[in-house]
């Protein structure tokens, strides 16, 4: 059994902060990426942020120079700090993560989301 626990969620005024934590816990693995998406009412999931087993980052351009990606591989966990925040960031924000398990391979994961509301 996996779990990807999130938390941070909440309302915010817009220009506001908010900080999202997710931590991997449940069963023996290894993590080569972990990253977030988001999904907004009538629109696709996309992604925000990724960052691979060596900490090279990927942000979506919409949210470069605003949202700083890191992780805690001691803890299993990833964190987006989110700054300025604008309403068009409003979305359920998911955790993702790429889970190797010996003698299994890799396999994806996902949080049940936590939602982020931006008010203008």
């Known amino acids: 059994q996996v779990q990807l626990v999130e938390s941070g969620g909440g309302l915010v005024q817009a220009g506001g902060s908010l900080r999202l934590s997710c931590a991997a816990s449940?069963?023996?693995?290894?993590?080569?990426?972990m990253g977030w998406y988001r999904q907004a009412p009538g629109k696709q999931r996309e992604l925000v942020a990724a960052?691979?087993?060596?900490?090279?980052?990927n942000y979506a351009d919409s949210v470069k120079g605003r949202f700083t990606i890191s992780r805690d591989n001691a803890k299993d966990a990833v964190y987006l700090q989110m700054n300025s925040l604008k309403p068009e960031d409003t979305a359920v924000y998911y955790c993702?993560?790429?889970?190797?398990?010996?003698?299994?391979?890799?396999?994806?994961?996902w949080g049940k989301g936590t939602l982020v509301t931006v008010s203008s």
């Open positions: 993702a993560a790429e889970l190797h398990f010996a003698g299994t391979g890799s396999i994806d994961y």
């Open positions: 960052i691979t087993s060596d900490d090279i980052t």
């Open positions: 449940g069963s023996i693995f290894s993590i080569n990426s």
